[in-house]
């Protein structure tokens, strides 16, 4: 049964880069037929999409953090990570990692268990 | 951006209850919609994948309809374990967006 774990630092100085690696466990992140991708909740903001990318590149970011955001893929640990530079604040959230069918029907599936990172000085 | 509207917010609802939620799109999205279930402290859940698809291992009083703009996921007969948040998703186009979340708590 495929398994995703969220981690890394719980606590971020406003401008600074948030950084999340996602272990996958029980299966190959290797799969043209899966994406992997990032999704935070807040209290504010709801559930927000933020990207997803193919084990061999080819992110999609949401546009309202294109310009701060960028995925990849390490293969040889099956993990993929996110960057988020210059936070603020309004970055606090529960960040989950998850998998997403890419062929049509989509589906995301599984998720991690969130790991909530707060911005603050 | 499409933007996806669940109504309601909440409901309070019994158990043995039939329950609907809605979701609507602000533009055609097919069938290319989700629906996850999210209880407090956890991930969210998928239930139905597709629209009207249900997840392997969900229980069938879980069923999703719909197309186009216009969404429903009802819940048969609510259970104890059915009281959550649940969220639609479409998943036509980029970028993906979730609606703002239907609280389905015990009358």
């Known amino acids: 049964q495929l398994q995703l774990q969220e981690s890394g630092p719980g606590l971020v100085k406003p401008s600074e880069t948030l950084s999340l690696t996602c272990t996958v466990s029980g299966g190959s992140i290797s799969s043209s037929d899966y994406y992997w991708g990032w999704i935070r909740q807040s209290p504010g903001r709801g559930l927000e999409w933020i990207g997803t990318?193919?084990?061999?590149?080819?992110?999609n970011y949401n546009p309202s953090l294109k310009s701060r955001v960028t995925m990849s893929v390490d293969t040889s640990k099956n993990q993929f990570s996110l960057r988020l530079s210059f936070v603020t604040a309004a970055d606090t959230a529960v960040y989950y990692c998850?998998?997403?069918?890419?062929?049509?029907?989509?589906?995301?599936?599984?998720w991690g268990q969130g790991t909530l990172v707060t911005v603050s000085s | 951006a499409i933007q996806m509207t669940q109504s309601p917010s909440s409901l309070s609802a019994s158990v043995g209850d039939r329950v609907t939620i809605t979701c609507r799109a602000s533009q055609g999205i097919r069938n290319d919609l989700g629906w996850y279930q999210q209880k407090p402290g956890k991930a969210p859940n998928l239930l139905i994948y597709a629209a009207s698809s249900l997840q392997s291992g969900v229980p069938s009083r879980f069923s999703g309809s719909g197309s186009g703009t216009d969404f429903t996921l009802t819940i048969s007969s609510l259970q104890p374990e059915d009281f959550a948040t649940y969220y639609c998703?479409?998943?036509?186009?980029?970028?993906?967006?979730f609606g703002q979340g239907t609280k389905v708590e015990i009358k």
């Open positions: 998703l479409q998943d036509y186009n980029y970028p993906l967006t």
């Open positions: 990318v193919l084990y061999s590149g080819g992110p």
């Open positions: 998850v998998r997403r069918r890419g062929v049509t029907p989509n589906w995301f599936d599984p």
